[in-house]
């Protein structure tokens, strides 16, 4: 059996791949659109201490490798597979392709336009109507004074900024003089879901918790439930969650990704198909207290040309890096 696992941010989560570079005075995140899967793995185990009492993999003392709190919360919860995220809005649901979210239901429509490169001027926009969703980034900026908490990122008296995330549904309208004019309003009660697989599911079945979520002491609900299904069929997919490989970008050898993907072709934007290669981290191990490597990846919504039926490509797919929405 699968469970669907359901986060809804209370408030804007603070979701970060990393320092952006060369900025010393202050320093700056970038702002993720969705959560690190090992930020889900580490949730999925609270969700876990909590439902059973067995709290041994949540208070790991003495770790010096910083993959090793993952290792081992997956092997106490038996997680076998863990694949998302799409984006739950009024029971709807969608992936995300940058910073824009396209409904399953336009899932072959998207592919078809990225594969055979059938795309002009604000042709995402043209897919997704005038009525779509997208992510804005809220800055906070602040004065770190903890000594302890901002070692070996913010020195104590120097300014930082914080980049939150949120969901808006933009309203696009063109005056006579076809000049583009967009109206913003927040989006409430939306949720990232993802299908995971676990050997024990009664443990983690009917739960619903609110716990920390992502940086910055941020809340969300959290609800684990039957069902939830994963499709392997088709010669195409969506990249639903970064697909981790080890190389040097943005000169990458397919074939030193992973066999079974046979073409990267792109994503869908208003310039047209673009091929992008991003970063992925692997997140900050609070046990071991040591950041987790940071990888090249093939970026959310970009199709692919598979081999063979997979639900996930590339590196650390055990712990949900690199889930393959198919395209039938």
């Known amino acids: 059996m699968t469970l669907r696992l359901l986060i809804k941010p209370i408030e804007a989560p603070h979701l970060t791949r990393g320092m952006v570079g060369g900025i010393d005075v202050i320093s700056t995140t970038y702002a993720l659109h969705a959560p690190l899967l090992s930020t889900v793995v580490g949730l999925l185990a609270n969700v876990y201490c909590e439902a059973t009492g067995n709290t041994s993999i949540c208070n790991l003392q003495g770790l010096t490798n910083c993959l090793d709190s993952l290792k081992k919360a997956r092997e106490e919860m038996g997680l076998d597979m863990l694949w998302g995220p799409l984006v ?44 779509q969703f997208r992510f804005g980034v809220i800055e906070k900026a602040g004065i770190a004074i903890d000594r302890e908490r901002f070692t070996g990122t913010v ?10 995330t949120w969901l808006y549904r933009i309203h696009v309208t063109k005056d006579e003089r076809e000049t583009r004019r967009e109206r913003r309003d927040a989006v409430e009660g939306w949720g990232y879901e993802y299908v995971v697989k676990v050997k024990n599911e009664d443990v983690l079945k009917g739960t619903r918790y609110i716990m920390r979520f992502g940086g910055e002491g941020r809340q969300a609900i959290v609800e684990v439930t039957a069902g939830g299904d994963v499709d392997q ?10 697909v981790i490989f080890t190389g040097d970008a943005p000169f990458v050898n397919v074939q030193s990704i992973d066999n079974d ?28 207290r040591c950041r987790r490597p940071i990888y090249p990846a093939i970026p959310l919504g970009t199709v692919i040309r598979l081999r063979a039926p997979r639900t996930h490509v590339g590196l650390f797919t055990e712990f949900g890096y690199g889930s393959i929405l198919t395209v039938k």
């Open 88 to 131: 739950v809005v009024n029971n709807k649901r969608y992936f995300i392709a940058e910073d824009k979210l396209v409904p399953i239901d336009k899932t072959k429509d998207y592919a078809d336009r990225v594969v055979n490169m059938d795309c002009a001027e604000d042709c995402l926009d043209e897919l997704l109507g005038n009525e």
């Open 155 to 164: 020195k104590p008296g120097f300014m930082y900024r914080q980049r939150f």
């Open 233 to 242: 069929g088709g010669d195409y997919g969506i990249v639903l969650s970064p």
């Open 261 to 288: 993907i046979e073409l990267v072709y792109g994503l869908l934007t208003n310039g047209g198909v673009k091929q992008r290669v991003s970063t992925a981290s692997l997140g900050f191990s609070e046990a071991a």
